[in-house]
């Protein structure tokens, strides 16, 4: 089993950045596909934005539209979410996920969850 922590949220104003960090431990030598889903309150969860194992394909949400970027690091067991140009409906908590695999589809079964971290943008 995986075990996911977020990092990185905070306050920020319209128009500011963030950079989120998760940090994958335990049984981290498969191949895993990780995610970002966001949920904002009185809201369903979301899909943010996923990458594949190998990091050489991104997916994305269509709400994105650029202003969030999807990375990871597998020597670190790190995945980023660079969002930048926030804007208040952006707040939510966010989560990371991981699913076994090597690419995303729609169909993917996220099974380990993080604890997700507060972003807040003010206006």
């Known amino acids: 089993q995986v075990q996911l922590v977020e990092s990185g949220g905070g306050l920020v104003q319209t128009g500011g950045s963030l950079r989120l960090s998760c940090a994958a431990s335990g049984r981290t030598s498969s191949s895993y596909i990780m995610g970002w889903f966001r949920q904002a309150p009185g809201k369903a969860r979301e899909f943010v934005a996923a990458?594949?194992?190998?990091?050489?394909?991104?997916y994305y949400a269509a709400f994105v539209k650029g202003h969030f970027t999807i990375s990871r690091d597998n020597a670190k067991n790190t995945v980023y979410l660079q969002m930048n140009s926030l804007k208040p409906e952006d707040t939510a908590v966010y989560y990371c996920?991981?699913?076994?695999?090597?690419?995303?589809?729609?169909?993917?079964?996220?099974?380990?969850w993080g604890q997700g971290t507060q972003v807040t943008v003010s206006s």
């Open positions: 990458i594949s194992s190998s990091g050489g394909n991104l």
């Open positions: 996920a991981c699913a076994r695999g090597s690419y995303y589809y729609s169909g993917t079964r996220f099974d380990s």
